[in-house]
């Protein structure tokens, strides 16, 4: 049997030099990347190119007191940029995005519709983080192949998400009903 667990290495580039700006996000070994880029540094990216290829992304914004949730958005694009742009017009929630993008431009409209779908069934499952979603995204037929391709591609989206500190597919795993019935000592990471 092969050990399929080995460390991973991440590259991080904060392309304002600011940890809070924007940031590129790289796994080794992978074909994809990701770009973390606040609301506010949306259009700073209009001379990126790649981002203006297929992608999935997510949108979070925080809780709007301290019992909410915080909130996402699942969506998917054939020009992110351009998707980008139009949701800072128009989503008014959000104050950071993620978008996923393939290096190698290997995602058709096939690959992010069935992305969108699961990563959206994924953050709805997980139920730490209000979806915003008005409609659920529609899953795309594609070939088993691509199918085991994409789900290798979302294991790498849930470890540099969660590396970025958005734990929106993780869910919550109930310890047991005490008298202490803070969400703190209800709750524990899922494994």
Known sequence: MFNTKYGKTIKLFLMDADPDGRMICELSNWTGKAYRIPRGKVKDCADRDELRSTAVYLLFGKAESSTAKPKVYVGEAENAYSRLVQHVSEKEFWNESVVFISKDENLNKA??????????????????????????????????????????????????????????????????EGNDKKPENLYIKAA
């Open 111 to 176: 690959h992010i519709k069935y992305l969108e779908s699961r990563l959206y069934e994924l953050a709805a499952n997980a139920s730490r983080y209000e979806v915003q979603n008005g409609n659920t995204p529609t899953r795309s037929s594609i070939s088993e192949a691509d199918q085991a391709e994409m789900e290798e591609f979302i294991e790498y989206v849930k470890m540099l998400i969660n590396t970025m500190g958005f734990k929106v597919f993780e869910p919550f795993v109930k310890l047991g």
